[in-house]
C-alpha cells in the first residue's frame, strides 16, 4: 500500500470520529446525493486531487505536498427558502468540526511531516436545499523513490 492511500485511509477514519454535527457517511467514492436521505446528512466524499513531488533526493527520500479535497454536505432543516433554513450554520458547523477533527493529529498517524487545512470554498447554495463545501487539505510527506 502506498503512503498516499495510507493517509487517505486515515483521513477518512478521522473524519468518521466526528460526532458533533454527527458525520453519517464518509466515503472516498462519489456520492450520489438523489440517493441520499435526509437522515445520510452530514455526509463527507474524500478526494485525492493533487501532488506537487520535489526533485531533490536526500538519501533516496524525497518531499512531496499532496492535496485532498474534502467535500461536505449538509441538508437544510426546511426545503423552504426562509430566512431560518440555517443552511450557512450548518455548513459553517461541519468546517469547524473538520478543522477540529484534523487538528488532533497534523502527522496523519505519523505517516505524514505535516498538514492543514489550506483552503475553503462554499456552493452559495446552488444545490439548495443541499448545501456543499469544499475543503483543500494539504499534507507533507516523504516518499522513496524505487531503485533503477
Given amino acids: 500500500m502506498s503512503t498516499r492511500e495510507d493517509i487517505a485511509k486515515d483521513i ?18 462519489p ?16 478526494r485525492t486531487s493533487q501532488e ?4 531533490e533526493t536526500m538519501g ?10 474534502i467535500e461536505g454536505y449538509v ?3 426546511s426545503s423552504a ?4 433554513n440555517n443552511i450557512d450554520t450548518q455548513k459553517n458547523n461541519l468546517i469547524e468540526a473538520i478543522e477540529e477533527r484534523l487538528e488532533v493529529d497534523r502527522t496523519r498517524n505519523s505517516l505524514a511531516l505535516n498538514s492543514s487545512i489550506t483552503s475553503i470554498a462554499s456552493d452559495e ?3 439548495y436545499p443541499i448545501g456543499r463545501v469544499d475543503l483543500t487539505y494539504t499534507v507533507q510527506y516523504k516518499y522513496t523513490r524505487g531503485t533503477v
Fill in 12 to 29: 477518512v477514519q478521522t473524519l468518521g470520529e466526528i460526532t458533533n454535527p454527527a458525520v453519517v457517511l464518509v466515503s472516498r467514492n
Fill in 31 to 46: 456520492i450520489n446525493l438523489t440517493d441520499l436521505s435526509i437522515a445520510q446528512y452530514p455526509a463527507i466524499i474524500v
Fill in 52 to 55: 506537487e513531488r520535489s526533485n
Fill in 60 to 69: 533516496g527520500t524525497s518531499i512531496s505536498l499532496i492535496n485532498y479535497t
Fill in 75 to 77: 441538508r437544510a432543516d
Fill in 81 to 84: 427558502t426562509t430566512s431560518n
Fill in 125 to 127: 447554495d446552488s444545490l
